[in-house]
């Protein structure tokens, strides 16, 4: 019996032998480059996001803002600013086309001023024209400003009205130079 468990002791180390040199024999090689680009390409932290068709834009866009929109009588009254030339301005009146523009539709926001925008053609062409932030300041609606003064002057004291005597609760105060030690 001791025979026999030798011998699959020995048979054992001559198998472990035979395998384990084959991964012994050859030295350790560098890892090839093209081994990780799968990893690189398809690395969902470095995926570039897929660009959307730039709109190309349009002349009238490019060359025009917004410059009010008020209602006026059955429709409303439109400017639009030239961006290159500030004081070339065209004004539409409802029912009224104004050198050679058309005004085809409005779309108002009266709680955001900066979301407005109308839609003008010229010949072919057609744009939604907006106001330009960088060029004009957009106010804001009529009832935001009055609530906006009213809330700001609820917490604040008006100052004194001079030769009337009211509750003012003025502290006197009284100034003193301390003397210099000699």
């Known amino acids: 019996m ?13 198998f472990t032998l035979v395998s384990t040199s084959g991964t012994m024999a050859d030295p350790p090689q560098k890892p090839k480059i093209g081994q990780y680009t799968r990893l690189w390409t398809n690395s969902p932290f470095t995926i570039k996001p897929v660009a959307k068709a730039a709109a190309k834009e ?8 917004l410059g009010s929109i008020r209602r006026s009588g059955n429709g409303y009254s439109v400017t639009l600013i030239n961006k290159k030339d500030r004081k070339d301005r065209i004004r539409f009146l409802p029912g009224v086309e104004a050198n050679g523009f058309k005004l085809l539709k409005i779309t108002q926001d009266n709680t955001d001023s900066a979301k407005s925008r109308v839609k003008i053609s010229k010949g ?14 957009v ?13 700001s002057k609820s917490g604040t004291a008006s100052p004194p009205i001079p030769g009337q005597s009211g509750s003012s609760s003025r502290v006197i105060r009284v100034r003193s130079v301390p003397t210099s030690r000699r």
């Open 124 to 137: 072919s062409q057609e744009a939604w024209i907006t106001y330009d932030p960088n060029l004009v300041k």
């Open 139 to 151: 106010r804001g609606s009529s009832k935001a400003k009055t609530t906006a003064k009213i809330s």
């Open 2 to 14: 001791c025979n026999t468990t030798s011998a699959f002791y020995l048979i054992g180390l001559i």
């Open 58 to 65: 349009s002349p009238l866009e490019r060359d025009w803002m």
